[in-house]
T-cell receptor, first 111, second 113 residues
Framework: DAGVIQSPRHEVTEMGQEVTLRCKPISGHDYLFWYRQTMMRGLELLIYFNNNVPIDDSGMPEDRFSAKMPNASFSTLKIQPSEPRDSAVYFCASSLAGYAFFGQGTRLTVV | GESVGLHLPTLSVQEGDNSIINCAYS??????FIWYKQESGKGPQFIIDIRSNMDKRQGQRVTVLLNKTVKHLSLQIAATQPGDSAVYFC????????????FGKGTKLSVKP
């Protein structure tokens, strides 16, 4: 398996624009997580899904953030409108039991 | 609130020496702990895990120790190599749900040749 695949790897956008991050989990995994990593706050769990159903979105910063998982092999994290403070590395991870496997991350820069 | 913290934000060791990275956790309900390694530009990578019914677990060159009495977790790396240079995170899981995985801030390990 190729592991968790995220796209794009890098994204630069202007403030106010919509940003969509994509994730393909490892086949067969039933949990999917979205994390955000910054120097100030470290790794923060934003939201996670179990069997495509959102279980806990309490980590989502505000209504500008939304995540979907239309099927077992795809998830998106959308920010609309984006703000400079959203600049961070966003990681997707998936798991079946126990520990999570992480993707390479998407580095988002909002200017 | 509950949190996972690290005692040492940076650690510098000589190649060949043993490294010990420490982590304190505050949630007594945590039942599963994981150490991750994150190299520059990459996502965190699983190293080793331990459940709360154990106090020690060994892998290849790594050992995790869990002291539930003082809520302390450590990662020991034997014969540290330059390739071990990375940021190491401990993470705790509680509440019986895989989603409740809380990460510490990380410790940067630098290995001097």
């Amino acid at each position: 398996d190729a592991g968790v695949i995220q796209s794009p790897r890098h994204e630069v956008t202007e403030m106010g624009q919509e940003v969509t991050l994509r994730c393909k989990p490892i086949s067969g995994h039933d949990y999917l997580f979205w994390y955000r990593q910054t120097m100030m706050r470290g790794l923060e769990l934003l939201i996670y899904f179990n069997n495509n159903v959102p279980i806990d979105d309490s980590g989502m910063p505000e209504d500008r953030f939304s995540a979907k998982m239309p099927n077992a092999s795809f998830s998106t994290l959308k920010i609309q409108p984006s703000e400079p403070r959203d600049s961070a590395v966003y990681f997707c991870a998936s798991s079946l039991a126990g520990y999570a496997f992480f993707g390479q991350g998407t580095r988002l820069t909002v200017v | 609130g509950e949190s996972v913290g690290l005692h040492l934000p940076t650690l510098s060791v000589q190649e060949g020496d043993n490294s010990i990275i420490n982590c304190a956790y505050s949630n007594s309900a945590s039942d599963y702990f994981i150490w991750y390694k994150q190299e520059s530009g990459k996502g965190p990578q699983f190293i080793i895990d331990i459940r709360s019914n154990m106090d020690k677990r060994q892998g290849q060159r790594v050992t995790v120790l869990l002291n539930k009495t003082v809520k302390h977790l450590s990662l020991q790396i034997a014969a540290t190599q330059p390739g071990d240079s990375a940021v190491y995170f401990c993470a705790e899981n509680y509440g019986g749900s895989q989603g409740n995985l809380i990460f510490g801030k990380g410790t940067k390990l630098s290995v001097k040749p």
